[in-house]
């Protein structure tokens, strides 16, 4: 099955600045990339995906990148805000070519100080 | 338009009782996943539901079944609990099967003493 590594754990950064969340993945017909946010006591909300036919994707200060190649993906975000405060996760789908059976990563804790 | 729906918000039940947790999809959408969130853990996949039929499962035992109604609805049930099942359940509607994009419902927190 699919195997997904987040990277880093937690990140803190200042207002304005950006942050960078890493994830490798081990099946290489995986095709279909999302990010998502979870605040605190709430739902998980897709932000951004990437499907494998293009290296990136952006949206306003948000963008994500892909490299088949390497098997990674990364979320950017640019000119952080403090309600960007959340656990980020990514996933792919287990089994390859699959969208429904998703496999997180362990979620990133992005802390931004105003 | 309405997004995904669950109920209830909260449960709390004993050690070796059934629970049944309610999911309705966004409307449009006609699959439903169900994910257990441990406490500072991702979303684990449980099982997905298409047409009224289980289509693909995740690592989990027997315990765990579910059901999907015509109007693309689904239950999660859960037998004989344990201390471990202590999660937040959350359902993903999609539309189509494997299935698109996940758009995730609120979530039921439950609790086993």
């Keep these: 099955g699919e195997n997904v590594e987040q990277h880093p754990s937690t990140l803190s950064v200042q207002e304005g600045d950006s942050a960078v969340i890493k994830c490798t993945y081990s099946d290489s017909a995986s095709n279909y990339f999302p990010w998502y946010k979870q605040e605190l006591g709430k739902r998980p909300q897709l932000i951004i995906d990437i499907r494998s036919n293009v290296g990136e994707k952006k949206d306003q200060r948000i963008a994500v990148t892909l490299n088949k190649t390497a098997k990674h993906f990364s979320l950017h975000i640019t000119e952080t805000q403090p309600e960007d405060s959340a656990v980020y996760f990514c996933a792919a789908p287990a089994g390859g070519t699959s969208y429904g059976k998703l496999t997180f990563g362990q979620g990133t804790i992005l802390t931004v100080h105003p | ?113």
């Excluded at chain 2, 997004?3 to 009782?17: A, C, E, Y």
């Excluded at chain 2, 309610?22 to 449009?28: E, F, M, V």
């Excluded at chain 2, 996943?33 to 853990?41: F, H, P, R």
């Excluded at chain 2, 693309?72 to 189509?96: H, K, M, P």
């Design chain 2, 1 to 113: 338009d309405a997004g995904v729906t669950q109920s209830p918000t909260h449960l709390i039940k004993t050690r070796g009782q059934q629970v049944t947790l309610r999911c309705s999809p966004k409307s449009g959408h006609d699959t439903v996943s169900w994910y257990q969130q441990a406490l500072g853990q991702g979303p684990q996949f449980i099982f997905q539901y298409y047409e009224e039929e289980e289509r693909q499962r995740g690592n989990f035992p027997d315990r765990f079944s579910g059901h999907q109604f015509p109007n693309y609805s689904s239950e999660l049930n859960v037998n004989a609990l344990l201390l471990g099942d202590s999660a937040l359940y959350l359902c993903a509607s999609s539309l189509g099967a494997p299935g698109g994009e996940q758009y995730f419902g609120p979530g039921t927190r439950l609790t086993v003493t």
